[in-house]
C-alpha cells in the first residue's frame, strides 16, 4: 500500500488538494492503467502452452490408441511436460 503525502504549501486549501487526489484517482483507475498492471506470467504462458498443445490429455490416452498428429511426437510432449513439471516450475 502506497501513500501519498501533500503539502500544505502547494495545496493551501482542502478544495485544492481533494482536486490533487481526484487526478491520481482517475489515473490510477484509467483501464488503460490496469492493462499495464494485468501481464501475462510465466505461470500463464506455460498453463496456455499445456492446453494448446494438449500435454496432458495426450498423455493420458492409453497405448496404441489412436491421436491426432500435429507435428509433436508423444515422446517430445513426455519430454516438454517433464521439464516444465521438474526445470521450469518446480513449486508448481
Known amino acids: 500500500m502506497r501513500q501519498i503525502t501533500l503539502s500544505a504549501l502547494e495545496y493551501p486549501t482542502e478544495t485544492k488538494a481533494l482536486v490533487r487526489l481526484q487526478e491520481d484517482v482517475l489515473r490510477i483507475n484509467d483501464s488503460k ?48 511436460r517433464s521439464y516444465l513439471k521438474k526445470h521450469i516450475r518446480p513449486n508448481g
Open 33 to 80: 492503467a490496469f492493462k499495464a498492471h494485468n501481464r501475462p506470467t510465466l505461470g500463464l504462458v506455460i498453463d496456455r502452452f499445456s492446453t494448446e498443445e494438449r500435454l496432458e490429455g495426450i498423455l493420458r490416452q492409453a497405448p496404441g490408441e489412436a491421436t491426432i498428429t500435429d507435428g509433436f511426437f508423444l515422446e517430445h510432449r513426455r519430454g516438454y
